[in-house]
């Protein structure tokens, strides 16, 4: 099928690639900077906790069998950079607590901070601006892509961040290489063709967690490539035929792209979580904490728990649930809510193997129905929820949460995410491990080199 390869015809393609090639430090807004660091400190603390889990430990010793010199952030042992982003993004996405784009449904920290530095262990001398200047290119263009793609990319099955996150980990990768226009344009075209990971996993498979990783290590291979003269598709978000944006979704939003690009940072829109689960879950239990803390209500005096939503959220964890794996747990909305009935938090220790088949757990878990609701598709708030708890006295307490803890809308404080870090690292490194890290982070723009702060990931006896 023959087409032009016109600039006109290249317009969004075009523009991320100027974006992203010519983005400086100097232009970054004081809060775009000061969520960059936000997103590492929660992204190191992600990552180092699933260095412990056991999809962790097999990517992480895989990439270790490859030669290199970055480092795997808390299992020790380096790798090469593509290895390395790989290992490394699948942990920060080992858990379902890494930061969260909404509008785009995807996880930007995953396939950005790991890239930025296993790419500067690489290269060797980066200093903090321009690391800090790689990652906030990689975020926008991740949280960008998500929301071209929209929802229809994820009804048709893909996950969004297997998808969208290999052109922000290109655009990271080629960022911090210093890459030409043309370069970075190749760079996209190529990650553009590798987006991978479909939604059924979301029922147990560990192949889930690697959906981060494999993009992030897809970013790191097209930018190396594109380094080399390697081209890609110049009009990937572009073309009318067999372009990526047509290609994943049947409703694609294109100025999304482009819109306000340098002007508007999408990462302002990313939030964090504090439940460790599927980010549609959040609202729902948000909800419930509200009318616990109203009264504080036992499992044996629930007689049925009803949740409204919308259908993207239903579809997403509204499923009935079924002990499998501790992955299907975490993205099942019904289980969540009976764990945070029974255990009064959804975190690391509500998911082991035992937890999630416990009887008393199922038992109640059963008492939990899902509705799909029309007054909450968007334009409403996104990932709206209302719950009804219904106890065996016949009384009935309802809260409705809009935005969820740890959202854009509601943000948490820095100590609110320093707080998390610790309670997921401090389960790898020491607490004076955790300071020198916390420290690293604040002050990172002023960092020559930020290798420094990669040998802070890994165990003393490990260090690089």
């Not at 296993?118 to 892509?145: K, S």
């Not at 929802?151 to 290999?166: C, D, E, L, V, Y």
């Not at 939030?271 to 009264?295: M, P, Q, W």
């Not at 007054?375 to 935005?403: H, K, M, N, Q």
Request: with cysteine.
């Amino acid at each position: 099928m023959a087409r032009s390869e016109s600039a006109s015809q290249r317009r969004h393609s075009d523009a991320l690639a100027e974006f992203v090639s010519g983005l400086r430090f100097e232009q970054l807004p004081e809060s775009v900077v000061a969520r960059l660091k936000w997103s590492i400190l929660d992204t190191l603390g992600c990552g180092i906790y699933g260095s412990v889990t056991p999809w962790g430990r097999i990517v992480s010793d895989y990439a270790r069998r490859v030669g290199g010199r970055c480092a795997l952030w808390g299992a020790g042992g380096t790798s090469d950079a593509a290895n390395a982003a790989l290992a490394n993004g699948t942990m920060v996405h080992s858990f379902e607590l890494d930061d969260l784009h909404p509008g785009g449904r995807n996880h930007p920290g995953g396939v950005t901070v790991p890239v930025a530095l296993a790419m500067a262990a690489e290269e060797g001398g980066v200093n903090g601006r321009d690391f800090l200047t790689a990652l906030a290119a990689g975020y926008e263009v991740t949280c960008r892509v998500g929301l071209c793609q929209g929802k229809s990319a994820f009804f048709r099955g893909w996950h969004p961040t297997g998808t969208s996150g290999a052109f922000g980990a290109g655009a990271t990768a080629a960022r911090l290489l210093g890459l030409s226009f043309e370069a970075t344009r190749n760079c996209m075209g190529v990650a553009g063709t590798m987006p991978a990971g479909l939604m059924a996993a979301q029922y147990g498979a560990m192949a889930k967690r690697l959906f981060v990783g494999h993009a992030a290590m897809a970013g790191v291979i097209a930018a190396r490539l594109a380094a080399e003269g390697f081209t890609g598709i110049p009009d990937i978000f572009d073309a009318e035929f067999g372009g990526y944006p047509r290609a994943v979704s049947d409703e694609a939003e294109l100025e999304a792209l482009s819109s306000d690009l340098g002007s508007r940072y999408e990462i302002l829109e990313v939030g964090y979580k504090f439940h460790s689960c599927v980010g549609s879950n959040h609202t729902a239990l948000d909800a419930l904490r509200e009318i616990l803390r109203a009264r504080p209500t036992s499992p044996t005096e629930v007689s049925s728990v009803v949740v409204r939503t919308s259908e993207y959220q239903k579809l997403h964890s509204g499923w009935a649930y079924t002990p499998s794996t501790v992955m299907a747990a975490q993205m099942s909305m019904q289980y969540c809510i009976a764990a945070l009935i029974a255990e009064g938090e959804v975190f690391i220790d509500q998911f082991t193997e035992d937890k999630i088949a416990r009887p008393d757990l199922l038992a109640l878990a059963a008492k939990i129905r899902v509705e799909a609701a029309p007054e909450f598709e968007l334009p409403a708030p996104y990932r709206t929820a209302e719950v009804e708890l219904i106890r065996s006295d016949g009384s009935r307490s309802r809260a409705r949460v809009d935005f969820a803890r740890g959202s854009a809308r509601n943000l948490p404080s820095w100590e609110d995410l320093e707080d998390k870090f610790r309670r997921l690292a401090g389960r790898v490194l020491p607490a004076t491990q955790l300071d020198e890290i916390v420290g690293a982070v604040r002050e990172l723009e002023a960092t020559e080199d930020v290798s420094a702060l990669a040998r802070l990931l890994v165990p003393r006896n490990n260090a690089l």
